[in-house]
């Protein structure tokens, strides 16, 4: 497999030193699978972790490493995740710069913004139905106690 479009991309570990990754874009089909499971499988309660390990594997197997003669090693594997990311918070941050650089929705808080525009929305219709709900249960059919 040929990594399209790489870039160096340095990311911080867990402890707070900085490795050099290259992060490249994924084949249209490819990305395509990991950006419309990803997102929707990682989330708790909902997604299930092991679609959304398989989909990270996946990812990183367009993530290489620099390696001293000049090439790059690309991350097929879990072993060769585990041995060139050192935790999961740097895993964590090597994942969404592969997000952010295979999407442009995911680049300038886009997303964020998108997501913020449907939630409003979201809560202004609840807002109405639980108001409609709430005068509809508080009218009374009989009148008001004279006590």
Same mark, same amino acid.
């Given at each position: 497999?040929? +990594?399209?479009?790489?870039?160096?991309?340095?990311?911080?570990?867990? *402890?707070?030193?900085?490795?050099?990754?290259?992060?490249? $874009?994924?084949?249209?089909?490819?990305?395509?699978?990991?950006?419309?499971?990803?997102?929707?499988?990682?989330?708790?309660?909902?997604?299930?972790?092991?679609?959304?390990?398989?989909?990270?594997? $996946?990812?990183?197997?367009?993530?290489?490493?620099?390696? *001293?003669?000049?090439?790059?090693?690309?991350? $097929?594997?879990?072993?060769?995740?585990?041995?060139?990311?050192?935790?999961?918070?740097?895993?964590?941050?090597?994942?969404?710069?592969?997000?952010?650089?295979?999407?442009?929705?995911?680049? *300038?808080?886009? +997303?964020?913004?998108?997501?913020?525009?449907?939630?409003?929305?979201? +809560? $202004?219709?609840?807002?109405?139905?639980?108001?409609?709900?709430?005068?509809?249960?508080?009218?009374? *059919?009989?009148?008001?106690?004279?006590?």
């Amino acid at each position: 497999m040929t +990594l399209l479009q790489t870039q160096e991309k340095e990311i911080e570990t867990g *402890d707070g030193t900085t490795r050099v990754y290259i992060i490249s $874009k994924f084949p249209a089909v490819q990305g395509r699978e990991i950006v419309t499971q990803y997102p929707l499988t990682g989330l708790p309660k909902i997604g299930e972790y092991k679609t959304n390990e398989a989909l990270m594997l $996946k990812l990183m197997a367009y993530v290489g490493v620099p390696q *001293d003669n000049g090439n790059v090693l690309e991350l $097929k594997t879990e072993a060769l995740v585990n041995n060139h990311v050192p935790d999961f918070e740097t895993l964590m941050r090597l994942e969404m710069a592969m997000m952010e650089y295979n999407c442009s929705f995911f680049r *300038d808080g886009r +997303l964020s913004a998108s997501f913020g525009a449907i939630a409003e929305k979201a +809560l $202004k219709s609840i807002m109405s139905t639980l108001m409609g709900s709430l005068r509809q249960s508080s009218q009374s *059919d009989t009148p008001p106690s004279q006590s």
